[in-house]
T-cell receptor, first 113, second 111 residues
Framework: GQQLNQSPQSMFIQEGEDVSMNCTSS?????WLWYKQDPGEGPVLLIA?????ELTSNGRLTAQFGITRKDSFLNISASIPSDVGIYFC?????????????FGQGTELSVKP | NAGVTQTPKFRVLKTGQSMTLLCAQD?????MYWYRQDPGMGLRLIHY???????AKGEVPDGYNVSRLKKQNFLLGLESAAPSQTSVYFC??????????FGNGTRLTVT
């Protein structure tokens, strides 16, 4: 089946540092989404990308839809303690299947004050 | 504005018992999904529905059944629970114009 490879699996950084994580696949996607999950809660949408090459920012977060449609990255600048959580990428295949998404394995972020 | 609501939040079952998880959304979304989340494995799709009265298998459907009798509700059933079904279950909904919105999860332990 289709798979998304998300890396890194975990990151331990100092407050104020920048963070970068990415997802890659052998399949072509027409949508890339980035979610954040806080402990005990469901994932919450951070950024949605709909066109190849698209670069979108949301505050300190920036994400890009790879030009090949097979990858995406998320950057967080000047990290703060509340950035702690698990970040998931998700992609929707080029052939729409009722909006079904495929998720990466997640990147667990820890921020030391 | 409730969004996606899951009940219950926690449940402990003994092996062989059955239960139903309820998901309700108030956003008039066409599509609804059930995922399970296990450490290091991300979110895996169990079943999904593209409209009232329709369901389809996802990535890991074995041991689960679903029903979508009303557009706003999506039920996930476990007929005979097994320890391998210990997990956190998330319901989500979406439309053609809206990405997935998730509920807050149900933590299920099967002993």
């Amino acid at each position: 089946g289709q798979q998304l490879n998300q890396s890194p699996q975990s990151m331990f950084i100092q407050e104020g540092e920048d963070v970068s994580m990415n997802c890659t696949s052998s399949s072509i996607f027409n949508t890339w989404l980035w979610y954040k999950q806080d402990p005990g809660e469901g994932p919450v949408l951070l950024i949605a990308l709909y066109k190849a090459g698209e670069l979108t920012s949301n505050g300190r977060l920036t994400a890009q839809f790879g030009i090949t449609r097979k990858d995406s990255f998320l950057n967080i600048s000047a990290s703060i303690p509340s950035d702690v959580g698990i970040y998931f990428c998700a992609g929707r295949l080029i052939y729409n299947q009722g909006g079904k998404l495929i998720f990466g394995q997640g990147t667990e972020l820890s921020v030391k004050p | 504005n409730a969004g996606v609501t899951q009940t219950p939040k926690f449940r402990v079952l003994k092996t062989g018992q059955s239960m139903t998880l309820l998901c309700a959304q108030d956003m008039n979304h066409e599509y609804m999904y059930w995922y399970r989340q296990d450490p290091g494995m991300g979110l895996r799709l169990i079943h999904y529905s593209v409209g009232e009265g329709t369901t389809a298998k996802g990535e890991v459907p074995d041991g689960y059944n679903v029903s979508r009798l009303k557009k706003q509700n999506f039920l996930l059933g476990l007929e005979s629970a097994a320890p391998s079904q210990t997990s956190v279950y998330f319901c989500a909904s979406s439309s053609d114009y809206s990405p997935l919105h998730f509920g807050n999860g149900t933590r299920l332990t099967v002993t």
